[in-house]
């Protein structure tokens, strides 16, 4: 069974671009969810989807958007890229299905973004 | 807003010691999850905890859980070298199920031979 995906691996971007990452999920993973590494703020949600529909977000400013295809597969985007956005984005896939049943999730490898 | 707090955020073991990481929440959530990171890696599951008082093991490390005092600790035994890396603890604030985790600051763990 495949693991979660996400690319690119690594990305260099400069200050003031755009840039989307991709995440496919396990096959029959409904929901998806994206989280931000930084050496500063360590490890926060960003937001998560499921059904293509968002169902959870964190504190993160409107610069940062997602989206979830019918496949699952989910899309995040970063707007007018600033240097505090370098960080290690991870995603994480499970069935999530039932409200307050325990799913196992599964995180992908991560994509490596560097912003100049 | 839900704060995850972990201690020690380094520790630096002998080979053979014992010791343990505390990892402290500061609302009400009967679900808690540790994982590892080593450099430049992804998360990986070592255990999750779904009820008070819950406790689970796999080799050296065992984990365990008191939703009462919001206070989870991973104990490391008779530390070796391949047990060097990060450590997160993780509390769920997920409706859904394990969506929406909240995670410590991370201990990072160094065994020394």
């Known amino acids: 069974k495949a693991g979660v995906t996400q690319t690119p691996r690594y990305l260099i971007k400069t200050r003031g671009q755009q840039v989307t990452l991709s995440c496919s999920p396990i096959s029959g993973h409904r929901s998806v969810s994206w989280y931000q590494q930084t050496p500063g703020q360590g490890l926060q949600f960003l937001f998560e989807y499921f059904s293509e529909t968002q169902r959870n977000k964190g504190n993160f400013p409107g610069r940062f958007s997602g989206r979830q295809f019918s496949n699952s597969r989910s899309e995040m985007n970063v707007s007018t890229l600033e240097l505090g956005d370098s960080a290690l984005y991870l995603c994480?896939?499970?069935?999530?299905?039932?409200?307050?049943?325990?799913?196992?999730?599964?995180f992908g490898p991560g994509t490596r973004l560097t912003v100049l | 807003e839900l704060k995850v707090e972990q201690n020690p955020l380094f520790l630096s073991m002998q080979e053979g010691k014992n010791y343990t990481i505390y990892c402290n929440y500061s609302?009400?959530?009967?679900?808690l999850y540790w994982y590892r990171q080593d450099p430049g890696k992804s998360l990986e599951s070592l255990f999750v905890l779904l009820s008070n008082g819950a406790v689970k093991q796999e080799g050296r490390l065992m984990a365990s859980l008191d939703t009462k005092a919001r206070l989870s600790t991973l104990h490391i035994t008779a530390a070796v070298h391949d047990l060097s890396a990060t450590y997160f603890c993780?509390?769920?604030?997920?409706?859904?199920?394990?969506?929406?985790?909240?995670f410590g600051t991370g201990t990072r763990l160094t065994i020394i031979p």
């Open positions: 994480a896939s499970s069935f999530a299905g039932l409200a307050g049943v325990y799913n196992e999730q599964f």
């Open positions: 609302t009400t959530s009967d679900r």
């Open positions: 993780a509390v769920d604030m997920g409706n859904f199920g394990n969506e929406k985790l909240t």
